[in-house]
């Protein structure tokens, strides 16, 4: 984004208000009130149970509905958790390549082609979503809050020369993406008005009265208090890192595991009483389920970790092997026969 | 804590006899299991010889493998019990004789329970016991530590111990429509499931008389040693916060020429028995160090001393004992807490006895031994 086209972004995100032109006429969406948010929420209820009196699907029902018909399976579900796992992989994999700017853009590339297909996916799951209890409930919502928010020259809209879907689609093309936020609350001219609010006392948001925050708003507010949290983390990252949303979500992936790992040592040291387990050099600790499992492995460094994987290689290789057979013991032997080595030569001086 | 162990997440722990055959019937899975360490080392012994510098022969000695796990009392089989199957006495000397197969199974990580022979499984063979430990904490579980000690152990893909048969048996039901596991503590009706604070039978336990002395100052020969530690109105009368109950059983090694294996690894009689009682603090511990002996024992057989004999037996809801026997003695007394900041002042009363240690599970334990309850 050009410096220019955030200004513009943040003095129209600030009053909370949607402009849209259309034809000749300029409109303008203001933020509901909790009044007409409560309201809103009450057409949804009363939309949704209407609906599913209508016997028309819920969510969950349509999922089942397109697995019946063959439209999804659960093999599309492990296709979608399986590109989500791809790109978190990819995205701390260009954090470590962060001083390699060949393999950092081809990496780039991957995750850009895994959003993708992962978006395609998604969209395959949701195609049938309006179709829903849920989407018929949250369409009767959207179309109560634009109808009573919408104005022209200060007086309520009456849609006859655009008509509602036209001014929903407007507002709905209003509400920026992930990365849109995250340039914003990292650059000018957003980035010194956060700096100084507190300082000049001055107000983030013009919303009219009895409003809340908007979507747009509430999002800029969280990325640059995540941003100020970045900046006072003790592993904060370099200016690059916190510039490229990429190397950037490496980061948090890398922190959030680390912290992980912390929280599941702790909760492993101050759970086990025994010392002797505490100091074993192979500590079996009792999963139950998937969740669990990927806990505990999480809680093995990388060295643990390798460790594993040679062992259950070698295992899976020869089907039976005794613990003096694995290369890390063979190792560790070796270690011990030198130390004991040094120790000798190093006694009869 | 060390630096480079090994995390794994295991499913399924299993014990058998060791010089039979293992079978479903024979093979016992353990419940209530929390964690397992395993610790396995190579002893090296270097040979030198004039005229070289060079090492003239690394020996391997016997690799040394210790496994310690940790268990929750719920009602089922102790692993104690479990790594002594085919005992014929209950005591420690008749527990010390025998070892066990153990086989820790790492299942299939989809899998929410454990069904169908483990993938992996780490088996060891010939495991005698070395420790015990039994804590009974106020706050938290109550939970059995027992630490196993061997020189064999192999990972396997074909479990020996964790087979689908032994797994088919239902010791780890599982409901096959969703995958899901059903199992519970067997002690879930009318004791308390996993055993706490409010399941030690208070009715049925002894505690030790210097510790009744402590709270009302009577003479220790004036206080009965029996069963029950409930007033009239079912209060108990020593305000006892935690109870840890342990051995050593300090094995040595018994070799003999034309093999490398140990003939036998013998436990190091007499084995010690220490047992900890902490107790909230309301009036000092009344334990009192006089050269000439307490006169309150003068024509007793205790006469001379300052410490009686005294019998320790923990009782517990799912039917579990801890018999210490009647010859406790009193080894050293502990006042701490109470301290500026507002904490209970607390006395922990040690007592030791020796090659006497009774844990009785009624009706669970595989060797079929009941303990007497003092």
Redesign the interface.
Known sequence: MKHHERELFIYTLRTGKVFIQCEDLELVVIPATFEQNIRSLQIYNKAYEQAYAEEIMTESETLLWMKEKDLWNDEDDEKIKGLEKDIERLKVEIYNARNNDNLKERIRLYIRAGEKQLQEKVDEKTQYFSNTCEGIAATEKTFYIIKNTTYLNRELYNFEKISLPQVLSEWQNSILSEKQYRELARTEPWKSIWTIKNKVNTSLFENPSNTDLTYNQKNLVIWSQMYDNIQESLDCPTNDVINDDDMLDGWFIIQGKKRDKERAEKE??D????D???????????????K???R??G??NV??QT??NQ??AL??RK??????QFMD?KL??QT??TQ??KD??KGGR | MANNRIFYACQAVAFAPCFKAHTSSNTKIAHGLQSVGVTTNFNLEQAFELGQIQIYENIEGLPDVEVTLEKVLDGYPLVYHLASPEATSPNLVGRSKERACVGLGIFDDSKDAVSGAAPVEVYMSGMYLSSLSYTFPVDGNCTESVTLVGNHKEWLTTARLLTSQVVATGQMPIDFSTGRGLDEPASLYGSGGIQRRENIDMSKCIIPRSIIRSLTGESVTSISESAGNNNANGVPKAHIQNVSISTDFGREDILELGRKVPYYRAPNFPIEVTCEIEVISVSGDFVEAIESGRPEFNNTRNEGNNTPEEAILIVLDDGSSFNLGTKNRLSSVTYGGGDAGGGNASTTFSYSTFNDLIVSHSGVDPANLNGELG
Do not use: C, L
């Open positions: 492993f040291e759970g086990v009483k025994s002797k387990i505490k100091n074993a050099s192979e500590v079996f600790v009792m999963a139950n389920g998937s669990d499992k990927d505990i492995d809680m093995n060295h643990g460790i594993k062992r259950m295992i899976k089907g039976s092997v005794e613990q003096h013991e560790r032997v011990q026969a004991m080595y000798h030569v």
